[in-house]
């Protein structure tokens, strides 16, 4: 497993906050812009997990992991390094059940905070159409475009989490 990543850069940042870290669940991730933003004007460090073709950010706060390409990958590799109260970026729905299990905070991209509180019913709906989807071909649940609405309730649920968890 050591050799499963690769980082963009060799060094950790220590800031005020170096324990808590946001992670973003970067492979089709329409927020990373927003994150990094706030994230610099914070002096939060952002791990950004992805399978490749990430662009590397200049800022030092702003660190790309590569893992190696495959289903659950950049998710393992998530779930392994989240800690408590750190703060997870992800629309993945297993994923975000992992972290909040391990006690971080989890925000998808259309600003919907998931704790410990609503997962349970939200990983069990997912797991109810993913069966539904695979018992009936026919069944195509349609997803919803992301809107500026969805950009907006993100950025509002981003710096409400932040400032209860990280300040």
Same mark, same amino acid.
């Given at each position: 497993?050591? *050799?499963?990543?690769?980082?963009?850069?060799?060094?950790?940042?220590c800031t005020e906050n170096d324990m808590n870290k946001?992670?973003?669940?970067?492979?089709?991730?329409?927020?990373? %812009? %927003?994150v990094y933003k706030v994230a610099i004007r914070n002096k939060i460090e952002?791990?950004?997990?992805? *399978?490749?073709?990430?662009r590397p950010h200049q800022h030092p706060l702003i660190n790309i992991v590569t893992v190696n390409q495959g289903l659950d990958v950049a998710d393992d590799w998530i779930a392994a390094n989240v800690i408590t109260k750190d703060l997870v970026v992800t629309d993945d729905i297993p994923l975000a /059940?992992?972290?909040?299990?391990?006690? /971080? *905070?989890?925000?998808?991209f259309d600003g919907k905070i998931l704790d410990s509180s609503n997962i349970g019913a939200v990983l069990a709906t997912r797991n109810l159409l993913t069966e539904i989807r695979g018992a009936n071909p026919f069944f195509k649940g349609k997803g919803k475009e992301f809107s500026n609405r969805d950009r907006s309730k993100f950025? *509002? /649920?981003?710096? =409400? %989490?932040? =400032?209860? =968890?990280?300040l």
């Open positions: 497993m050591a *050799n499963c990543c690769l980082t963009t850069k060799v060094f950790l940042i946001i992670y973003i669940d970067a492979d089709a991730c329409p927020v990373k %812009e %927003e952002v791990i950004v997990v992805c *399978n490749g073709g990430i /059940a992992r972290c909040v299990k391990k006690g /971080a *905070n989890v925000i998808k950025l *509002n /649920a981003l710096d =409400s %989490e932040l =400032s209860k =968890s990280f």
